[in-house]
């Protein structure tokens, strides 16, 4: 969208005439630490020097502004209407979720269409469906006609179903995020273990399926969607069978790392004895298996997304570890896999990752 679009989108923006004090902070600021910039030349067009440097101070001050609301965890709905008129704001407010999903919306990878269902005076909407291929994402937004029970949202549970079968899958609920005292949104990451137990056999999501959605509040309400969902992972890159590292009998390999501009998937193979009577490593803490932490080229670390699920392979004694991590907006040039177990430190319980760094492994990725 050109600069001439967003100064008539900003000048036919009726803002609210009284801002609450975090908006006309947020904005001052912005306004404040802004250059001011002169866009007479674009189009060639002749336009009001002023008026131009103005609109394109405020698009961008609006744009930070948004962005300092959305931290903040509340959007007043007066205010959330007049952002939602100005090109981009809609999809930075709507999504409350990690920098990989940000990075989805700009890429083209969410289905935005809204699913809703009312029961007795709640309005339970879910949207924003994204779906690279390791991950699926989705928006719930809950709206109550009066004051939303904040116990009531925490306590709901999710359930899911693929082309109407159950399958291993996961969830991670994110913490709820109020937009006004009736109406909150909570996002939801899906996944799956890799292998389904009851069929004995490795699990994967097809690259289109049909998803039934299943919500429950602690009020006994439930809502149930069953929507469409189709892999969308442009630019993947798959990187495949890494070298084995070895530590007091315990070997590690990164059987497959992709990156989408939504998520990192880590699939590892653990080689522990599955024997109860074999002893482990001391420095695995009495656990069985391991998790992982990423880290960039600069050695930033990369959130997770969710904790690793094993599966064991045939009758060996390996095991496969699949865990989801945030996507980068710009692609690191290598990622280092930490493995890591959980110990105690100190009188006060208090727990720490132990790095375990002769297992550490290092992929470089492609220019």
Known sequence: MNQDKLTRALRDTQMPER????????????YEQLPDIDLTPIRKRRRNRKLLKRASVSVAAVLVAGILLIGSGFISPSMANSLKQIPWINSLYEHFGDAGLVTAVRSGMVTDKPYSQTKAGRTVTISDLMYDGARLSVAVKVHEEGKLSEEELEAFEV????????GPLSYSIGNTQWIDESTAVRIINIGHSGYDARMDQAYEFPDAFEFTFSIAMSSGKEYEFVVPIEKNAPGAIELTKSEIKNYEGVTLQIEKLVTTPATINLVALL????????ELPARFYGNRFLQFALFDENGNEIKHVDLAGYSRV?????FRGKQNFVGASTLPTSITIKPFARRIKGPDGKSENDYIQELEITMELPK
Do not use: T
Not at 271 to 278: D, H, I, P
Not at 314 to 318: A, I, N, T, Y
């Open 19 to 30: 801002l609450p004090d975090r908006v006309r902070e947020a904005l001052d600021h912005a």
């Open 271 to 278: 080689g522990v004895s599955a024997s109860m009577e074999v």
């Open 159 to 166: 359930d899911g179903r693929v082309n109407g079968e159950q």
């Open 314 to 318: 045939g009758e060996k004694d390996l």
